[in-house]
């Protein structure tokens, strides 16, 4: 059986999608999960593209021991320079490096003549190769590229050096019966491409990704290139989720295996998740909170007679918790360290005090406290982002009569800030009163709420997204009181844009 090699590009292609920015140590928060995960290779960013992806790329490859560490750049000099000054420090770095193929990027963005593409080729991945060994090489656009051209370019990286070739799906325009002939008809006319894992990496516009890398599967690729819940520019990338349990369900059908744990699967979807602010939709395989519900009578019935009738996967392969309750008011720090480690958490003992504290508070106010309150309370919540900004107070009223106004106290790093504004509603009321007591014009684009469980005194996690003077971020507050989740939203996304000033 072959091995195929999981290369997860959350943090660069699925940042890439619009208003998925995500904070430093979010970065690195979701690259240790990846890790868990054993992916073989983290894309961490494209260095050269800003200080703050140069700064990401660079964390990540200190933070991860245990996987390569890629970084994107163009075929030009200064892209693969910044890119391995930010992989300098990473245990196992690749250098990505990519240019357009097809004749439409080549006429059209590049200005540049297929022979001069080959020649750039050539040259760049030279240049990487005298710095780095392991180099991956891209032909951006390769689904609407001449075979015949496609070929030549993959056969000048490897001579060049490459050890990866990848073949994008750019646009999403492919079929899986395409991607299949096309990787088989690389194999036969590319010297040398045995010594070289051929990737897969395609988009979601049709929503063939998933079936395209695994139709590259079957044609020959060893490495696919997928996000976690599938993110990424326009309709999104390969689903890791999709991609991995595919073939660990089919393992025999496809002759291929990943070492994927995927009982990590469901916590690192959840993460990136909530880090992003973009709820999971019930019905996204895998992870979807529909994945493993039997709702019919005639299935339900036949599950309990034998769960083969109607599950091709258990939840618990994944790491789904089941909704058990697993601790209340009563129980003690060391029940709550227990269950965090039996959970898979590993924190040092101050953090364990720090949500412990926030466990208690929760308890105090729910009766029951399960593994997806938990969860919420432990997800998302990256480490070290400055508290510059806490709620201290809030007083807010709605009325179906009358505006609703909101009294917001914050401690800020100028001191205590107070203000009152009303609106259309009680969060809207806090918002403005929150911009007039910092005096800053925040702009508030997306707000979403939704309860964690079930039943009257659910857990409500409430999720912002904020920007101000041309940076984004993602604010998430969990509490009973939803206007005191959104209120923590709203202070935990200001803390973010804070870190970035
Ligand atoms: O979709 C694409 O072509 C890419 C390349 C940069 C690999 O993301
Ligand atoms: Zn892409």
Redesign the pocket.
């Known amino acids: 059986m072959k091995r195929i090699k999981i290369f997860d ?1 959350t943090l660069r ?1 699925g940042e890439q999608s619009p208003g998925c920015s995500m904070h430093i140590n979010e970065k690195i928060e979701i690259a240790l999960q990846l890790e868990k995960l054993g992916v073989d290779v983290i894309e961490a960013g494209f260095a050269v593209s800003s200080e703050g992806d140069f700064k990401s790329v660079k964390a990540v490859a200190q933070a991860v021991k245990n996987c390569s560490v890629a970084s994107l750049s163009r075929c030009v000099k200064g892209d693969i320079d910044a890119s391995y000054n930010a992989l300098k420090d990473a245990q196992s770095p690749r250098l990505h490096l990519f240019l357009a193929t097809s004749p439409l990027h080549m006429q059209y963005k590049l200005k540049m003549s297929p022979e001069q593409v080959l020649e750039r080729v050539e040259q760049s991945v030279k240049y990487a190769k005298s710095l780095v060994n392991d180099i991956e090489f891209s032909a951006e656009d390769a689904a609407r590229s001449e075979p015949e051209f496609l070929a030549k370019v993959f056969s000048v990286a490897i001579k060049s050096g490459a050890t990866v070739i990848n073949v ?1 799906d ?1 646009v999403g325009y492919a079929t899986p019966q395409e991607m299949k002939e096309l990787v088989e008809y690389l194999i036969k006319h590319i010297d040398g491409i045995e010594k070289v894992d051929i990737s897969a ?1 395609n ?1 979601n516009d049709l929503g063939l990704a998933c079936a395209n890398s695994l139709a590259m599967v079957l044609g020959g690729a060893t490495q696919i290139e997928c996000t976690i819940n599938g993110i ?2 326009r309709a999104g ?1 390969t689903s890791l989720e999709e991609v991995v349990m595919a073939l660990k369900t089919r393992e025999s059908f496809y002759n291929a295996y990943t070492t994927i744990n995927t009982k990590e699967i469901y916590r690192a979807s959840r993460l990136v998740s909530n880090i992003i602010g973009v709820p999971i939709p019930p019905t996204k395989p895998i992870v979807g909170a529909n994945a493993f519900a039997h709702e019919s009578g005639v299935h339900q019935h036949a599950v309990l007679s034998n769960p083969l009738t109607y599950e091709i996967m258990r939840p618990e392969d994944v790491g789904v918790p089941q909704n058990k309750i697993v601790l209340g008011k009563h129980s003690g720090r060391h029940a709550f360290s227990e269950h965090l480690k039996s959970a898979g958490y590993d924190l040092a003992p101050e953090q364990i005090d720090e949500y412990f504290f926030k466990f208690k508070a929760l308890a105090d106010k729910k009766k029951y406290v399960s593994h997806k309150d938990i969860e919420a309370l432990m997800t998302g919540t990256a480490k070290n982002i400055s508290a510059g900004y806490e709620l201290v107070d809030f007083d807010m009223t709605s009325s179906k009569t009358s505006k609703s106004t909101a009294t917001i106290t914050i401690n800020t790093p100028q001191g205590i800030k107070t203000a009152t504004e009303s609106g259309n509603g009680p969060v809207e009321s806090a918002f403005l009163a929150i911009k007039k007591a910092l005096k800053k014009d925040i702009v508030l684009f997306d707000f979403h709420i939704n309860s964690i469980t079930e039943g009257q005194d659910a857990l409500g996690e409430a999720s912002v997204k904020l920007s101000y003077q041309g940076n984004t971020a993602t604010g998430r507050g969990v509490s009973v009181d939803v206007l005191e989740a959104a209120l923590f939203a709203f202070i935990d996304g200001l803390n973010k844009l804070q870190d970035d000033d």
Do not use: A, F, V
């Open positions: 590009t292609d994008p750019t990496h988009h990424g520019e990338n």
